[in-house]
């Protein structure tokens, strides 16, 4: 049995979703100095401010070394300030100077967002996120097939 890779959805989200990080992080570099973990991880302060690094990293499904690095990068350039919670925590917010940066990036973000979904109505829109989240509600399913 072969793969039809013009169906197979796990590998079309995959080539779907690498070769959108891979421009973004080309282009936010160029314009921004940020690569698009550092836009993630920025972004995700932005909605979810006085939260932890590994609070965003079972949010989004990134690598932990990745972001902290990150967070490293944005603390370095006043992007991000953080606060102690317990022993070993950290919670982090958006400084002003992070807040300003996130909102020249997020045009862009949105921009890219639409040309993606040019020729989708209103609907087709509303259909296919629905179907996105369905899809992440569904992945405790998937990391249980195989191990029984």
Request: net charge positive; hydrophobic share 40%; with cysteine.
């Given at each position: 049995m072969?793969?039809?890779?013009?169906?197979y959805?796990?590998?079309?989200?995959l080539?779907?979703?690498?070769?959108?990080?891979?421009?973004?992080?080309?282009l936010?570099?160029a314009r921004?100095?940020?690569g698009?973990?550092d836009?993630?991880?920025?972004?995700?302060?932005?909605i979810?401010p006085w939260?932890?690094a590994?609070?965003?990293?079972d949010?989004m499904g990134?690598?932990k070394?990745a972001?902290?690095?990150?967070v490293a990068?944005?603390q370095e350039?006043?992007?991000?300030?953080?606060?102690p919670?317990?022993?070993?925590?950290i919670?982090?917010?958006?400084?002003?100077?992070g807040k300003?940066q996130?909102?020249?990036?997020?045009?862009l973000?949105?921009?890219?967002?639409?040309?993606?979904?040019?020729?989708?109505?209103?609907?087709?829109?509303?259909a296919?996120i629905g179907?996105?989240q369905?899809?992440?509600?569904?992945?405790?399913?998937?990391?249980h097939v195989?191990?029984?």
């Amino acid at each position: 049995m072969k793969l039809n890779l013009d169906r197979y959805v796990p590998g079309l989200l995959l080539w779907l979703s690498n070769k959108m990080a891979s421009s973004a992080s080309s282009l936010y570099r160029a314009r921004f100095d940020l690569g698009v973990t550092d836009w993630r991880v920025l972004s995700y302060f932005e909605i979810h401010p006085w939260t932890t690094a590994s609070a965003a990293c079972d949010l989004m499904g990134l690598d932990k070394a990745a972001v902290s690095r990150s967070v490293a990068l944005l603390q370095e350039r006043g992007y991000l300030r953080s606060r102690p919670l317990g022993l070993r925590k950290i919670e982090y917010s958006l400084t002003p100077a992070g807040k300003k940066q996130h909102d020249r990036i997020i045009r862009l973000a949105r921009a890219r967002e639409e040309a993606l979904l040019t020729g989708f109505s209103d609907e087709e829109r509303d259909a296919l996120i629905g179907y996105m989240q369905r899809m992440l509600a569904n992945l405790e399913a998937v990391r249980h097939v195989g191990k029984d």
